[in-house]
């Protein structure tokens, strides 16, 4: 029976522990998503909570996929063009690396709290 015991309390561990990676990515990626929006209303003249609420919705900071994130860069760099603010597919993957990176020390000083 101790065999058993090890062998569910090893899967609830291993459960536990994915459940709190995909949280942390989560949390992450909408961090970021708020930083991006933030940043682009600060270039254009956006409305600042319709933007937010863009670029925070579930399905974006849910779901990571190449799909949702390519939707997200093109969006963002079509809605600056529209203000006049080019910036290749590069420059703008290089904004969403930092802000991205601040998002991961952000919540790593959180989590040392």
């Known amino acids: 029976m101790a065999i058993l015991d090890t062998f569910y309390a090893k899967g609830a561990t291993s459960q536990a522990a994915h459940r709190s990676r995909d949280e942390a990515a989560f949390w992450i990626r909408a961090r970021r998503n708020r930083l991006l929006a933030g940043w682009?209303?600060?270039?254009?003249?956006?409305?600042?909570?319709?933007?937010?609420?863009?670029?925070?919705?579930?399905?974006f900071a849910r779901v990571s996929t190449s799909a949702t994130e390519g939707f997200l860069m093109l969006k963002i760099r079509n809605d600056l063009m529209g203000?006049?603010?080019?910036?290749?597919?590069?420059?703008?993957?290089?904004?969403?690396?930092?802000?991205?990176q601040q998002a991961l020390l952000e919540q790593e000083a959180e989590l040392r709290r």
């Open 83 to 100: 203000f006049g603010i080019f910036l290749s597919s590069a420059e703008l993957q290089d904004v969403c690396r930092r802000f991205e």
């Open 40 to 59: 682009a209303c600060d270039l254009t003249d956006e409305d600042s909570q319709n933007y937010l609420h863009l670029l925070l919705d579930a399905d």
